[in-house]
């Protein structure tokens, strides 16, 4: 069954820093999404992307945040700088365009990223 | 001392039980649901959805109830098996366009064997 893969499943960076987390969404999927957890919270929307634009954004994805589909199979989640608080784990999500699963969103298995 | 991050309200159950898990959303303009299960240090997996056109939705073992009056969801789990033990949310979509999703606090559900 294709699933959603994510890399690296867990990043250590110091506050300041920049780090690219990544996804392989399913393959005929054209939405793509990525939400944060924080520890013991509950899932927040960060962002959704289609055909090469962002389509919906949070109050959390300020001008620190950033997305890319540099290719034909992958999309990544930029933070230039990275603060304490966005330690937390990273879901990428996709969902097909067509069908009875119109709507369902695909979910990875989750960077867990920790700035200390 | 001082607490971080949510209590999750937990429901036990004994295996074999039904399983009933509660959602309240605020938004009116809300016109689609889903459930997601969550086991530890994995991504949220789909479970059912409903539209706010139906009130009701049948899946296996699994069924979600939506009353628009209270702005209430539940989704009950029949015959609960030990691998049902998780976190489940409630998501709601507004506008549906799928872009955007608000999720809930989450509760915890424990089976028993």
């Known amino acids: 069954e294709p699933e959603v893969t994510q890399t690296p499943s867990h990043q250590v960076t110091q506050m300041g820093q920049e780090v690219i987390l990544r996804c392989v969404p399913i393959?005929?999927?054209?939405?793509f999404y990525w939400y944060r957890q924080i520890l013991g919270q509950k899932v927040e929307f960060l962002v959704s992307?289609?055909?090469?634009?962002?389509?919906?954004k949070s109050e959390i994805f300020d001008d620190q945040f950033s997305v890319e589909r540099p290719d034909g199979s992958n999309f990544t989640l930029k933070i230039r700088s990275t603060k304490l608080e966005d330690s937390a784990m990273y879901f990428c999500?996709?969902?097909?365009?067509?069908?009875?699963?119109?709507?369902?969103?695909?979910f990875g298995p989750g960077t867990r990223l920790l700035v200390l | 001392g001082e607490s971080v991050g949510l209590h999750l309200p937990t429901l036990s159950v004994q295996e074999g039980d039904n399983s009933i898990i509660n959602c309240a959303y605020s938004?009116?303009?809300?016109?689609?649901f889903i459930w997601y299960k969550q086991e530890s240090g994995k991504g949220p997996q789909f479970i059912i959805d409903?539209?706010?056109?139906?009130d009701k939705r049948q899946g296996q073992r699994v069924t979600v109830l939506l009353n628009k009056t209270v702005k209430h969801l539940s989704l009950q789990i029949a015959a609960t098996q030990p691998g049902d033990s998780a976190v489940y949310f409630c998501?709601?979509?507004?506008?549906?366009?799928?872009?955007?999703?608000?999720f809930g606090s989450g509760t915890k559900l424990n089976v028993k064997p």
């Open positions: 992307f289609y055909n090469n634009e962002i389509s919906e």
């Open positions: 999500a996709s969902r097909a365009p067509l069908g009875r699963t119109q709507e369902t969103q695909y």
């Open positions: 393959s005929n999927h054209l939405y």
């Open positions: 998501a709601e979509n507004i506008g549906g366009n799928f872009n955007k999703f608000y």
């Open positions: 409903i539209r706010s056109n139906m």
């Open positions: 938004n009116s303009a809300s016109d689609y």
